[in-house]
C-alpha cells in the first residue's frame, strides 16, 4: 500500500519504519539516522540484539541473559575470599615449595639434636673426669714437692737436700731413687677399674686424667674411664706397650676433642710462651713417679717409627734425628741418646692420614711415698 504521498505504507501505516516514543526510527532494512538495525530505548541509547543495551548510561551485557547467569554466581562466589578476590589455586611450584620448607625444617631440627647430643657428651664426659680429680686427687701442700722447683732442668740433674733416698731394683739392677709424695689415690681408682696403669698431668696445658690400658686400642677409644660410652674416650696406653712405662717407646693415645678435655690442648705447644710454662710431664703410678722432659712436637704419618714400641739401634736413632728435626719446640739443650727411653703423646690432627704428637724423654724416676717400695 502506499500513502498519500506515494511512498510505500508499513504495518502500521509508515513506510517501512516506526517511530518508537517519537524520538528514533526502527529499519527493518538497517537504515535510517545511522541507527541500522536497532531500536532506540527511552531516548538514551541503543539496543542491538548482538551487542548491548545502554541502561541509564552503562553498559548492559547480553550474556546476563544466559538463563545459567544466576546459577553461576554462587559457584563464583565460593571461589572467592572474604575481600571478594577470587582465591588462588595452588600449582606444582606451591608444592614444591612446601617440601622444601619440611626439608629445611627437618634438617634444622635435626641438627638442633645432634648439637645438643653432642653438648651433653662433652659435658658428661667432663664431669666424670673432674669428679675423679675432685675425689681421687690430693693436693701438695710439702713445701718439698714444689713442682716448679721440680721442673728446672738443673734442680732435676741433682735430686738432693732433704728429700728421702730409697735402692730399689729397675730393670735387674739397683738404684738409688729419691721418694715423692703420689697424690693420686691409686687405691681407691682401681676399686672403680682395674684397667688403670697411672695418672697423667702437663701442667703447661692444664692436663690431669687417668691413664688405662686395654686388650685392643679401640676398647677406651669411645669409652670413659668408668666404661661408659662416650666420643670422649679416655687417654690409654698403646696395647703392645709395657704397662710399667718400661718400653723404649711407650705411646698414649688420646681424642683431639674440640672442647679442649682430652689431648685438645696438646697442639697449644707449638706456642712458645706454652712451652716456657713447662717443659716437662709427669706420670705418677701406685709405686713410681716418672718426669718426663719434652724435646719434640711435630706431625707425623700415623704409621712408622713414631708408633714402633721397639727399635734397633738404627731404627731408633732413626727416630730420635726425625724428632729433633720435625721439633716445633725448641730442644737445643736437650741431649737424647740411645739408652733413654721415651713417651710419645698422640693426637688425631683432623687429617685421617696424620696425627701430632709430643714426645719426652724419661729425666728422672721417684719412688711413692705410698708405696711399698719406701718401706724397705
Known amino acids: 500500500m502506499r500513502d498519500e504521498t506515494g511512498r510505500p505504507r508499513g504495518k502500521d501505516g509508515y513506510g517501512g519504519s516506526r517511530n518508537v516514543n517519537g524520538y528514533g526510527d526502527y529499519d527493518e532494512n538497517r537504515s535510517s539516522r545511522g541507527y541500522g538495525g536497532s531500536r532506540n530505548v527511552n531516548g538514551y541509547g541503543d539496543y542491538d540484539d548482538g551487542r548491548s543495551r545502554n541502561v541509564n548510561g552503562g553498559d548492559y551485557d547480553d550474556s546476563r541473559r544466559n538463563p545459567d547467569y544466576r546459577n553461576s554466581r554462587p559457584e563464583e562466589s565460593r571461589e572467592t575470599n572474604g575481600s571478594g578476590r577470587k582465591k588462588r589455586k595452588h600449582t606444582f611450584g606451591d608444592f614444591i615449595r612446601l617440601l622444601l620448607m619440611l626439608i629445611a625444617l627437618a634438617v634444622f631440627c635435626y641438627s638442633a639434636y645432634m648439637l645438643y647430643t653432642f653438648y651433653r657428651e662433652y659435658k658428661k664426659g667432663s664431669d666424670e673426669y673432674d669428679n675423679l680429680e675432685l675425689n681421687y686427687t690430693l693436693e701438695d701442700t710439702d713445701e718439698s714437692e714444689n713442682m716448679d722447683a721440680l721442673e728446672d ?12 733416698m730409697v735402692t730399689v731394683t729397675v730393670d735387674g739392677e739397683d738404684v738409688l731413687l729419691p721418694v715423692m709424695n703420689n697424690p693420686i689415690d691409686f687405691k681407691e681408682l682401681q676399686a672403680i677399674n682395674t684397667d688403670i696403669c697411672g695418672w697423667l698431668r702437663i701442667r703447661a696445658i692444664d692436663i690431669s686424667y687417668p691413664l688405662v690400658q686395654g686388650e685392643d686400642n679401640d676398647f677406651y677409644l669411645h669409652r670413659t674411664f668408668e666404661k661408659e660410652d662416650n666420643f670422649a674416650g679416655c687417654l690409654f696406653l698403646n696395647c703392645d706397650n709395657e704397662s710399667d712405662f718400661s718400653d723404649t717407646n711407650t705411646i698414649i693415645y688420646g681424642h683431639n676433642m674440640k672442647n679442649g678435655s682430652m689431648f685438645g690442648k696438646l697442639k697449644q705447644f707449638r706456642e712458645e710462651e706454652v712451652f716456657d710454662k713447662s717443659k716437662y ?5 701406685p709405686d713410681f713417679i716418672y718426669q718426663y722432659r719434652i724435646f719434640s712436637a711435630m706431625v707425623v704419618n700415623k704409621t712408622g717409627l713414631t708408633y714402633q714400641v721397639d727399635f734397633t739401634e738404627q731404627e731408633y736413632q732413626e727416630f730420635l734425628d726425625t724428632a729433633f728435626e720435625k721439633s716445633e719446640v725448641d730442644n737445643k739443650n736437650v741431649e737424647v741418646t740411645k739408652d733413654d727411653k721415651v713417651v710419645t703423646l698422640s693426637t688425631c690432627t683432623g687429617d685421617d692420614a696424620t696425627r701430632f704428637v709430643v714426645i719426652g724423654k724419661l ?8 708405696s711399698a717400695l719406701n718401706e724397705k
Open 153 to 164: 732442668d738443673q734442680a732435676v740433674q741433682s735430686v738432693s737436700g732433704e728429700r728421702k
Open 281 to 285: 710431664f709427669w706420670i705418677f703410678t
Open 363 to 370: 729425666a728422672q724416676t721417684y719412688v711413692s711415698k705410698q
